[in-house]
Structures are given as C-alpha cells and as structure tokens.
C-alpha cells in the first residue's frame, strides 16, 4: 500500500467543493476509504483547515 502526504489545499477542496479542483480531490479520498492507499497531513493543517 502506498502512502501518500496531502496537501492542506487538497482537502480544502474535497470540503468546499471548489469547481474544477473537487472531483480530482475527492477521488483521492475515495481511494484512501477503500484503502487503497493511505493518506496522512500535517498537524498544522487542521487549523489552517478550520
């Protein structure tokens, strides 16, 4: 299984479900569920995030 590091922008547009950015960052997330791969992110981005 691959691991991969996510970029705080990335979930911000899973969340917001920005136009043109979502579909491609939702994918990612997808593939974490079926765990496929696994993601991780930096502590700091939970509140950069909130």
Do not use: P, Q, W
């Not at 922008?9 to 479900?17: C, E, K, T």
């Not at 765990?35 to 930096?42: A, N």
Request: hydrophobic fraction near 45%; charge should be negative; charged fraction near 25%.
């Amino acid at each position: 299984m691959k691991h991969y590091f996510v970029d705080t922008n990335i979930v911000i547009d899973m969340l917001a479900d920005r136009e043109g950015f979502s579909d491609a960052a939702c994918a990612i997330f997808d593939l974490a569920e079926k765990k496929e791969i696994k993601l991780s992110i930096c502590s700091l981005s939970f509140s950069n995030i909130y």
